[in-house]
């Protein structure tokens, strides 16, 4: 069965700042990857996703993140936030076979501070 | 578009009473629909998948019985929480997917669930 792992439970940046949260996966065969984010008192909404191809995917509201493959990771990066991105952000992977259901990471708390 | 909808949004109930929650995809036919519970500060974790028509599967550790799962038509799905005890307090969050597109999960906003 696949895993996920968030290291960082909670980030503080200062607005501007460059962010990196990490994800990495446990699975041998193929998975598809995404990235969730649920800001206070919202639902989770997709920030993006990877499926194949370009291993580096953008998505929404500037965030982009790179699978590597060798690494079983697939990081988020943002090149500078701003204060709106506070929010828990969830890493996420379903494998190509077998139970196509989400496996969620813990979670990362970030909190912006302007 | 891909909008799914939950109701109530928050719902306190006694000790003993059964709750139901709805799932509703707005303006999409989900053949799938999934239920999670988050626990405070915690991550979403899987406890069923329903297709419509047939059957919920769960998944291990979740009771059946306890957790009752309706997937009557393509834009409802109802989980159903009996004898409810303080223990099953949370948050419960649905999802849908379209046809097609097995991989991608559009959540509702949740409903908080507190049992006195």
């Known amino acids: 069965a696949q895993s996920v792992s968030q290291h960082n439970h909670h980030v503080i940046l200062s607005e501007a700042a460059s962010l990196e949260l990490g994800c990495n996966y446990s699975?041998?065969?193929?998975?598809?990857l995404f990235w969730y984010v649920q800001y206070p008192g919202q639902h989770l909404q997709l920030l993006l996703k990877y499926f194949s191809g370009d291993p580096l995917v953008k998505g929404i509201k500037g965030f982009e993140a790179e699978f590597i493959k060798s690494k079983f990771s697939f990081n988020l990066r943002k090149p500078s936030v701003q204060w709106s991105d506070t929010a828990e952000y969830f890493c996420?992977?379903?494998?190509?076979?077998?139970?196509?259901?989400?496996?969620f990471g813990s979670g990362t708390r970030l909190q912006v501070q302007p | 578009g891909a909008v799914v909808s939950q109701h109530p949004s928050w719902v306190i109930c006694k000790s003993g009473t059964s709750v139901k929650i709805e799932c509703r995809s707005l303006?999409?036919?989900?053949?799938?629909m999934f239920w999670y519970r988050q626990f405070p500060k915690q991550s979403l974790m899987l406890m069923a998948t329903s297709n419509e028509g047939s059957k919920a599967t769960y998944e291990q550790g979740v009771e059946k019985d306890k957790f009752l799962i309706n997937h009557a038509s393509l834009t409802l799905s109802t989980l159903t929480v009996t004898s409810a005890h303080p223990e099953d307090s949370s948050f419960y969050i649905c999802?849908?997917?379209?046809?097609?597109?097995?991989?991608?999960?559009?959540f509702g906003p949740g409903t908080r669930l507190t049992v006195t």
């Open positions: 996420a992977v379903i494998a190509d076979t077998g139970r196509r259901a989400l496996t």
């Open positions: 699975y041998g065969g193929t998975v598809n």
């Open positions: 303006d999409f036919q989900a053949t799938t």
């Open positions: 999802s849908g997917t379209i046809p097609g597109s097995i991989y991608e999960q559009y």
